[in-house]
């Protein structure tokens, strides 16, 4: 006799108030929310230090990585292919590091909810300020296919961003 096993996982890694962790080489697939959800209960209980390196979100319905309420998050050498809403959403996230990340087709998928941009960084929210000044970089990234902005970030003090590559943005889906 056959066996027939299915999952709904909303998440390939949920990291909740952690500090000092490396995420590195892994391949996630056809998340319902996010292939690596990172959260703090606020930036006085942030996560911190967190480097996640060379990680690959296929499909995932919301975002291939979001980071809430953290401080000090590096993404780089990374790829998300068909996000259903954000390529890499960090917001609010201070001190962030987005380098060398492919991010490719972002909101083109049947979804319901609509899209965002493919690469999202903020360090605060009207809901939720920073401590201290915040310093983001997002450099070196490449955005190809989004059905929005490509690259979405605030006017904090401090953000840099700097030679990304941003290719067929679409104010509309039917524009892509």
């Given amino acids: 006799m056959g066996q027939l096993e299915a999952s709904h996982i909303e998440a390939g890694i949920l990291a909740k108030n952690i500090e000092e962790q490396k995420i590195e080489r892994i391949r996630f697939e056809q998340h319902r929310r996010t292939g690596i959800d ?15 390196t060379d990680i690959e979100a296929v499909h995932p319905a919301g975002c291939g990585l979001s980071s809430v309420l953290a401080d000090r998050v ?33 909101g083109m998928n049947n979804r319901a909810g609509g899209s965002a941009s493919a690469i999202t960084v903020r360090s605060f929210t009207a809901d939720h300020e920073p401590a201290n000044v915040s310093t983001n970089l997002v450099e070196e990234n490449q955005v190809i296919r989004a059905a929005n902005t490509g690259i979405f970030f605030s006017n904090d003090v401090g953000t840099t961003v ?8 679409c104010v509309r889906l039917t524009d892509c």
């Fill in 74 to 106: 590096t993404v780089q050498d990374s790829k998300v292919i068909g996000a259903g809403k954000y390529g890499l959403h960090l917001n609010p996230t201070s001190n962030a590091t987005v380098i060398r990340n492919s991010v490719v087709d972002t």
């Fill in 162 to 169: 700097n030679r990304n590559t941003v290719i067929r943005p």
């Fill in 38 to 52: 990172i959260r703090g209960d606020s930036f006085t209980v942030a996560s911190k230090n967190i480097s996640i």
